[in-house]
């Protein structure tokens, strides 16, 4: 059959997947061959120039007369097992152009995804210069927190009248949504979800006298209050006075910088907003609690290194070689899968993880709450001011936002799945890990969307350094910290 006789026109879709950053990038061209019929099959040339480490193509059919829309799409992934972030609304294309043409709207998708694993700082900035530059991307998908700067700054859509258009998104988990509202609006649409457990080595447990009875219920006897931060820093101390770890090697967390430090100040009993107020709170009282801890921990008890706060993130591979090693671990949900994937395949990948490694809980802290703690950070899809068509970059997202594709992307990254719908879909219930990480949710806090979270966060986190390395006291810290946030924040934040 002739293309006429078919009245569709065959159109190549590129999608680009950049896995490199650099500041610098190689520009590597692609000719893609597009086909349209008019009166005649016209062949013209499309010179795309990206960096790339390897394109997917796939056909899309556009009616005769009708309209290919290109859509940009970018996404930070670590590969291979968060590669999903972008993937799914690759796989989504057909769908969001199925649903066109069953509306009988002459349009149809083309996507450009771009996606590498650069530094969040990096990937940040480079959104909001595109954005300055008018060559920001129709979808961006990044953390939550990032509507506070960008919503503000007029880099996004409110999407609060449209999302209403889309029922896939009436399956979103509804205490996911807070993370995306900013000034009673809504800026994005969930995309993963996590939360951030205490992770403990059982062999190390037992060399500590610990019965296999103990290490199994910790995770009950954390969830219920019973063991506590104060208790975990006892154990970790009582590894290193003997021998058991290296001094250092007690508790280990984050090397930088990011949202797990907040929970710490969560824990010990801090407010950082004030429904109705848009200054930030920071509590000089709940602070030096933290700092006390950190510098106990590090200067005094040598449970942690001094210099964790290196920036390395390179430690999950002597982690995963040292659970003999290391008793405690702060981290994400989501290192589980890069852990097994990444670095544990040839001694059993998940299974081993499940013999040697449980988690639970942040613990309570004493001298806080006398909660269990987490931290969600959920990751949204956002949509660019400049994008000409938010109708369709939302479709897109929409028929990315299902519990086929996102429950994929979960059992293969670690991360907790979004949809209410996945609570009874076998496919996520019956992932083991997924299932037993599921309630750490009861536990969860949100960062604050704010306009002012990134100064508040940098300076709270400077106090971090100081103690840990020793350079300041507890109480020097917080003067310092203070000072900070007054001259940078001036009347957005409230000192108490």
């Known amino acids: 059959m002739s293309y006429r006789k078919m009245g569709w026109a065959v159109v190549t879709l590129l999608v680009v997947a950049s896995l490199v950053a650099?500041?610098?990038?190689?520009?590597?061209?692609?000719?893609?061959?597009v086909e349209k019929e008019v009166e005649k099959i016209v062949k013209e040339t499309v010179?795309?120039?990206?960096?790339?480490?390897?394109?997917?193509?796939?056909t899309v059919e556009v009616p005769v007369g009708g309209q290919l829309i290109h859509i940009v799409a970018r996404t930070k992934a670590s590969p291979p097992y968060e590669d999903g972030r972008g993937n799914n609304l690759v796989s989504a294309v057909g769908a969001a152009n199925a649903a066109l043409a069953a509306m009988g709207d002459d349009r149809r998708i083309e996507l450009e995804l771009i996606q590498d694993d650069a530094d969040w700082g990096d990937y940040k900035t480079e959104f909001e210069l595109a954005s300055e530059a008018g060559q920001a991307s129709d979808i961006v998908c990044s953390g939550h927190e990032h509507i506070g700067d960008w919503a503000t700054a007029g880099y996004l859509v409110d999407i609060t009248d449209m999302i209403g258009s889309y029922p896939e998104f009436d399956d979103v988990i509804e205490s996911l949504w807070t993370s995306t509202e900013l000034g009673g609006k809504i800026w994005g649409i969930?995309?993963?979800?996590?939360?951030?457990?205490?992770?403990?080595?059982?062999?190390?447990?037992?060399?500590?006298?610990?019965?296999?009875?103990?290490?199994?219920?910790?995770?009950?006897?954390?969830?219920?209050?019973?063991?506590?931060w104060q208790d975990m820093l006892d154990t970790a101390a009582e590894a290193v006075e003997k021998?058991?770890?290296?001094?250092?090697?007690?508790?280990?967390?984050?090397?930088?910088?990011?949202?797990?430090?907040?929970?710490?100040?969560?824990?010990?009993?801090?407010?950082?907003?004030?429904?109705?107020?848009?200054?930030?709170?920071?509590d000089t009282t709940t602070a030096q609690k933290v700092y006390e801890m950190l510098?106990?921990?590090?200067?005094?008890?040598?449970?942690?290194?001094?210099?964790?706060?290196?920036?390395?993130?390179?430690?999950?591979?002597?982690?995963?070689?040292?659970?003999?090693?290391?008793?405690?671990v702060f981290e994400g949900t989501w290192r589980w899968a890069s852990w097994h994937t990444g670095y544990l395949q040839d001694v059993g990948g998940e299974d081993y993880l499940f013999e040697n490694v449980g988690f639970a809980p942040?613990?309570?802290?004493?001298?806080?709450?006398?909660?269990?703690?987490?931290?969600?950070?959920?990751?949204?899809?956002?949509?660019?001011?400049?994008?000409?068509?938010?109708?369709?970059?939302?479709?897109?997202?929409?028929?990315?936002?299902?519990?086929?594709?996102?429950?994929?992307?979960?059992v293969a990254?670690?991360?907790?799945?979004?949809?209410?719908?996945?609570?009874?879909?076998?496919?996520?219930?019956t992932a083991k890990f997924l299932s037993a990480t599921l309630p750490l949710l009861e536990y969860t806090t949100f960062l604050p969307n704010s306009p002012y979270w990134s100064a508040y966060s940098e300076a709270y986190y400077l106090g971090i350094q100081a103690v840990e390395s020793g350079d300041l006291t507890p109480e020097e810290a917080v003067e310092v910290v203070v000072e900070r946030l007054q001259n940078e924040l001036g009347d957005n934040v409230v000192i108490r």
């Open 413 to 429: 990254s670690g991360h907790l799945g979004v949809l209410k719908s996945q609570s009874s879909y076998p496919p996520y219930t």
């Open 362 to 410: 942040i613990p309570a802290n004493e001298e806080g709450t006398g909660d269990p703690i987490t931290l969600t950070h959920p990751l949204v899809y956002m949509i660019s001011s400049q994008s000409e068509h938010p109708d369709l970059a939302l479709l897109l997202i929409s028929k990315a936002t299902v519990k086929e594709l996102n429950t994929d992307y979960a």
């Open 243 to 282: 021998g058991i770890v290296e001094p250092g090697d007690g508790w280990w967390h984050r090397p930088s910088n990011g949202p797990d430090f907040l929970y710490y100040y969560y824990g010990a009993g801090g407010k950082i907003q004030e429904e109705g107020a848009d200054a930030l709170i920071f």
């Open 22 to 33: 650099s500041c610098a990038p190689q520009i590597v061209k692609e000719t893609v061959i």
């Open 190 to 228: 969930p995309q993963d979800a996590e939360a951030r457990p205490m992770y403990y080595s059982k062999p190390l447990l037992r060399e500590l006298g610990w019965s296999d009875q103990d290490i199994e219920s910790l995770d009950e006897r954390v969830a219920s209050g019973e063991f506590t």
């Open 47 to 58: 010179v795309v120039e990206k960096e790339v480490e390897k394109i997917v193509k796939e």
């Open 295 to 328: 510098y106990d921990a590090a200067q005094v008890r040598n449970i942690i290194r001094p210099n964790k706060l290196d920036g390395d993130w390179d430690y999950h591979k002597e982690y995963t070689s040292k659970f003999d090693k290391v008793l405690f």
